[in-house]
T-cell receptor
Framework: AQKITQTQPGMFVQEKEAVTLDCTYD???????LFWYKQPSSGEMIFLIY??????QNATEGRYSLNFQKARKSANLVISASQLGDSAMYFC????????????????FGQGTILTVHP | DAGVIQSPRHEVTEMGQEVTLRCKPI?????LFWYRQTMMRGLELLIY????????DSGMPEDRFSAKMPNASFSTLKIQPSEPRDSAVYFC?????????FGPGTRLTVL
């Protein structure tokens, strides 16, 4: 079974500062992928970033980076230079694979963290 | 690419009525997922398909819910009969490679 834990129900950050959203996971799958999604108040789910468990480097996408610490089973999202438009719910998710590397397909989501960016 | 397309975007119906939600996945994607999101329960996976075949429907809450994927470009989620507790946002998503993309969702209100 897979489990994603996001321990921060809400986070506040000042505009232009960096913020880290925490995510820990638990799985027995030999390989897996980790994802972050953003859900603004308009409701859509926006894919932000992906990290494979065997990727050597931490993933980055513009102002988003994923701080992947495999031994600690954590996959924190770092947003640099926060903007007012970053205010949203953020979900961490994972997808497992079998020993042959075949993905199971479905994602397991955490409960989410609401980020509020103050001007 | 137009992304995942869902219709309708909003649906208001009365208890007992049949509701059909529709989804067109991104072309070439081989997985399709149906999720439900509520404030109380968060984001729940209802069912998912791989190459049009249902793989896991353990999240479908009751026999009132059914889903089909007759071809690679179309899927439906049907609720019959609908109940007020079915009120939620229903998302369809499709996966190609490592990334799962969500549709805009259908906001269902059952009165």
């Amino acid at each position: 079974a897979q489990k994603i834990t996001q321990t921060q129900p809400g986070m506040f950050v000042q505009e232009k500062e960096a913020v880290t959203l925490d995510c820990t996971y638990d799985t027995s799958d030999p390989s897996y992928g980790l994802f972050w999604y953003k859900q603004p108040s308009s409701g859509e789910m926006i894919f932000l970033i992906y990290q494979g468990s065997y990727d050597q480097q931490n993933a980055t996408e513009g102002r988003y980076s994923l701080n992947f610490q495999k031994a600690r089973k954590s996959a924190n999202l770092v947003i640099s230079a926060s903007q007012l438009g970053d205010s949203a719910m953020y979900f961490c998710a994972m997808r497992g694979s079998n020993a042959g590397g075949t993905s199971y397909g479905k994602l397991t989501f955490g409960q989410g963290t609401i980020l509020t960016v103050h001007p | 690419d137009a992304g995942v397309i869902q219709s309708p975007r909003h649906e208001v119906t009365e208890m007992g009525q049949e509701v059909t939600l529709r989804c067109k996945p991104i072309s070439g994607h081989d997985y399709l997922f149906w999720y439900r999101q509520t404030m109380m329960r968060g984001l729940e996976l209802l069912i998912y398909f791989n190459n049009n075949v249902p793989i896991d429907d353990s999240g479908m809450p009751e026999d009132r819910f059914s889903a089909k994927m007759p071809n690679a470009s179309f899927s439906t989620l049907k609720i019959q009969p609908s109940e007020p507790r079915d009120s939620a946002v229903y998302f369809c998503a499709s996966t190609g490679g490592n990334t799962q993309y969500f549709g805009p969702g259908t906001r269902l209100t059952v009165l």
